[in-house]
């Protein structure tokens, strides 16, 4: 159990290490700090304990509706501001059809090639949740994951979502993060599988535990969609991703030894890519699987 133990506080403090690596580069791109556009879709909130939030309002839905999907992300480097910022940027912001807003400041530090946004027309509305740890807090533990269960909560009675949610209205939930978030979005998977419906990481894996681990995770994932984006020479996050969806190669839809055989899941591998798959990832790619398990039902 120590050997495990040990094993999974190396697995985080790689990832933190590597983030703070990504965010250095980033700050030297294109010879200096950059400053980022005056607008975005990011909307900043607190919960009534007074914990800051991000939220996406999605455009082109008027008037209240049936079924509405959340989306609960994170950034790696334990879950910061400027991590969710570069998450928003290079994900979320260029698939979801989302009100821009004037942001509230600009002094946080992006690549200059901010990439532009594609047209993904879904059936029902996407909001996303930005979370952003409190000083302290890591996302993968007991206490972070029941932090981030209550911040949906407070997220869903934002007045900026009054207009779409009626009492009768059908909300699903999934969960999503990148590097040390994507540890935290399958482990929160995990502990709270009747209120996440899929799980994306772009990379992420089990922070193997007596809680998460194993047959745990086997039984808590049942019925769950699952993709994994991990980069060609992210040595780390590819073998755990091969190890725990059989080998999966490029583009192959595979079953996990992870969940029941009447779950579908796949890993993505990105040629050429580090551990950082953002810049190279495809918005058309999360398009599709934004459609794919927007209408997903699961039974834990």
């Known amino acids: 159990l120590l050997v495990r133990m040990l094993r999974s506080l190396g697995y985080v403090l790689m990832c933190l290490i590597c983030e703070v690596v990504t965010l250095r580069t980033i700050n030297t791109l294109g010879g200096g700090t950059y400053t980022l556009q005056d607008s975005s879709c990011s909307l900043y909130r607190k919960t009534e304990s007074g914990f800051k939030y991000a939220l996406i309002v999605p455009s082109g839905f008027h008037g209240r509706v049936n079924r509405l999907n959340v989306m609960l992300s994170m950034g790696g480097a334990g879950s910061s501001r400027q991590s969710w910022e570069d998450v928003a940027s290079r994900v979320w912001e260029r698939v979801i059809p989302c009100k821009e807003v004037v942001r509230e400041r600009t002094s946080l530090t992006l690549p200059t090639d901010t990439p532009e946004r594609v047209e993904c027309k879904t059936s029902t509305p996407w909001v996303v949740i930005g979370a952003v740890a409190p000083k302290g807090l890591a996302f993968y533990t007991d206490e972070g994951c029941k932090f981030l269960s209550d911040l949906t909560t407070s997220a869903l009675e934002s007045d900026d979502l009054k207009n779409l949610i009626t009492a009768d209205t059908q909300v699903t939930f999934h969960i999503s993060g990148s590097s040390s978030g994507g540890i935290s979005a399958f ?10 419906h899929s799980v994306a990481v772009f990379p992420g894996d089990f922070q193997e535990d007596d809680s998460v681990g194993g047959d745990a995770a086997k039984v808590s994932l049942k019925g769950k969609q699952i993709r994994v984006w991990v980069g060609q ?21 595979v079953e996990s030894p992870l969940v029941e055989k009447d779950s ?11 551990h950082d798959v953002l810049p190279e990832l495809d918005p058309s790619e999360v398009c599709l699987w934004l459609k794919e398990v927007e209408n997903v039902v699961c039974t834990p």
């Open 233 to 253: 020479h992210d040595t780390h996050f590819r073998e755990m991703a091969e190890e725990q969806f059989t080998h999966a190669s490029i583009d192959d839809r």
């Open 187 to 196: 482990n929160c998977a995990v502990r709270y599988p009747a209120l996440f």
């Open 264 to 274: 579908s899941s796949s890993v993505r591998i990105i040629a050429g890519s580090g």
